[in-house]
């Protein structure tokens, strides 16, 4: 006879083990809405997902028509490959910059031109790196530390510090339907800010 203190070996209980053909257990109608609400989720963060790619692409299309108009070719081909040379969007914004500095020291009349690139610029560099997610990561659901089921733009898996920083911090690693939302609503208000510096810079220059 085993000791009292001995743990016996789990066994399954058979009765319980679905079989192929079984049907599915059945759910109650409150776990049926919560399935439903997030089949939901992930399909509008798919859809959102989409729409943080479309939506930052036309802000790079916009810059990449004004690094056009400050170097001074009607070639947009030759304006995209030296806009899109540099691998990094930091890079790409810096010589934008620098362009228009140039401007500005060879005897363009407007002392605002420099200062107010410089304040567009900095709300591009500040914007959250969301677009990099949705490119490159997964959608991926995750149970919060309340059980809440939430679908995420996940990192990809390599990127192992931002998962380990997100939950140092108490975090779900990635971006929510709210976030990726956001996002959007952020990248059309700089796109307009990018066209309306255009457009000035285009007056000042005497373009129409």
Do not use: D, Y
């Given at each position: 006879m085993a000791d009292e203190g001995e743990r016996k070996a789990w066994k399954p209980d058979l009765s319980k083990v679905r079989k192929i053909g079984d049907p599915p257990p059945e759910r109650s109608p409150e776990e049926v809405k919560l399935m439903e609400a997030l089949a939901k989720e992930h399909s509008d963060l798919r859809d959102a997902r989409l729409g943080v790619l479309d939506s930052w692409n036309l802000v790079e299309g916009a810059?990449?028509?004004?690094?056009?108009?400050?170097v001074g070719t009607h070639d947009p081909i030759v304006a995209s490959i030296l806009y899109f040379?540099?691998?990094?969007?930091?890079?790409?914004l810096d010589t934008i910059s620098k362009l228009i500095e140039h401007l500005v020291v060879s005897g363009v009349k407007d002392p605002d031109l420099k200062k107010n690139w410089d304040r567009v610029a900095e709300k591009l560099r500040k914007k959250k790196n969301?677009?990099?997610?949705?490119?490159h990561g997964n959608i991926i659901t995750y149970a919060d530390p309340s059980g809440k089921n939430t679908p995420l733009i996940a990192p990809v898996m390599m990127q192992m510090d931002a998962y380990l920083n997100a939950y140092r911090s108490g975090k779900l690693p990635g971006a929510s339907l709210t976030e990726a939302r956001q996002f959007i609503q952020t990248a059309e208000r700089l796109r307009i800010e990018v066209d309306a510096y255009h457009q000035r810079l285009k007056t000042v220059l005497g373009i129409r």
């Open positions: 810059l990449a028509e004004l690094l056009r108009t400050v040379s540099p691998h990094s969007f930091r890079t790409r969301i677009r990099n997610l949705a490119a």
